[in-house]
């Protein structure tokens, strides 16, 4: 139960830190010399406000869902804006990992935990996958 609220409260500052402040203007996957992503939790924070206005509109109109994992996963065969989903999982993997890390845990337990919250925050219309299945949220 404590592991919960711990995680529960690291996913919090990412994703609603995220949410109250402003979306930057254009923030793609920050790179090293040695090409690899900033992983930072300010540069996946700046990302993740980048892209949020496409996953709400892909969201609101039934493209994409939240899944059982904490990823977001298309709903149909329409694959719109893949690079932005592709992406968005991308930190939300490396967000989870880290947070697995601290808290003795393994991505997927974190990306279960996260997906409940997905779910709780989700609007009425979106999608979620429910024991294999997309369901609207009521």
């Known amino acids: 139960l404590d592991v919960n609220l711990k995680v529960d409260k690291e996913l919090d ?20 010399k040695q090409g690899e992503v900033d992983y930072s939790r300010e540069a996946m924070i700046q990302r993740y406000k980048a892209r949020k206005a496409v996953i709400v509109d892909l969201k609101a109109r039934g493209v994409v869902g939240e899944n059982s994992n ?18 968005e999982n991308r930190d939300r993997r490396q967000l989870y990992k880290m947070i697995a890390e601290k ?14 919250r997905h779910a709780e925050r989700a609007k009425a219309g979106e999608y979620l996958m429910q024991n294999g299945e997309w369901k609207k949220k009521q």
């Not at 904490?70 to 992406?87: C, D, H, I, P």
């Open 13 to 32: 500052n990412y994703f609603d830190e995220s949410k109250s402040a402003e979306p930057a203007a254009s923030a793609p996957a920050t790179q090293s």
């Open 70 to 87: 904490g990823l977001l996963a298309f709903v149909t065969t329409k694959q719109e804006q893949e690079s932005v989903v592709r992406e």
């Open 103 to 116: 808290n003795n845990q393994t991505r997927e337990v974190i990306g279960a935990r996260a997906a409940l």
